[in-house]
């Protein structure tokens, strides 16, 4: 079993930035794909970034690309999503999950570990 637990969230202005940290327990995250959901008011879910475990590669969303950066630090079984340019778009409950890290996407349900997620909120 793992238990993630993100933080990091909170009120920005427009062009601001946060970083959002998602803590692992109960396991190590090292044999894990790890990444970050989004689901903003009314919307559906979507896959914004991910990192492999295998080779470190990672996705973004072409919406958050050039703006978003995920990471991870193995070591402090930790994951990061350091978010620059913050739009009022991206405002959203952010959620780290495990899944399945591909070049163009990334995947991740009911089966794998969920966070309770953290909320952006970008507005002035």
């Known amino acids: 079993q793992v238990q993630l637990v993100e933080s990091g969230g909170g009120l920005v202005q427009p062009g601001g930035s946060l970083r959002l940290s998602c803590a692992a327990s109960?396991?190590?995250?090292?044999?894990?794909?790890v990444g970050w959901f989004r689901q903003a008011p009314g919307k559906e879910r979507e896959g914004v970034s991910c990192?492999?475990?295998?080779?470190?590669?990672?996705f973004a969303l072409d919406s958050v690309k050039g703006r978003f950066t995920i990471s991870r630090d193995n070591a402090e079984n930790t994951v990061y999503l350091q978010m620059n340019s913050l739009k009022p778009e991206d405002t959203a409950v952010y959620y780290c999950?495990?899944?399945?890290?591909?070049?163009?996407?990334?995947?991740?349900?009911?089966?794998?570990?969920w966070g309770k997620g953290t909320l952006v909120t970008v507005s002035s």
């Open positions: 109960g396991s190590t995250l090292d044999d894990y794909d």
């Open positions: 999950t495990t899944g399945a890290c591909y070049s163009d996407k990334y995947l991740s349900d009911d089966l794998d570990y």
């Open positions: 990192i492999s475990a295998s080779d470190g590669n990672t």
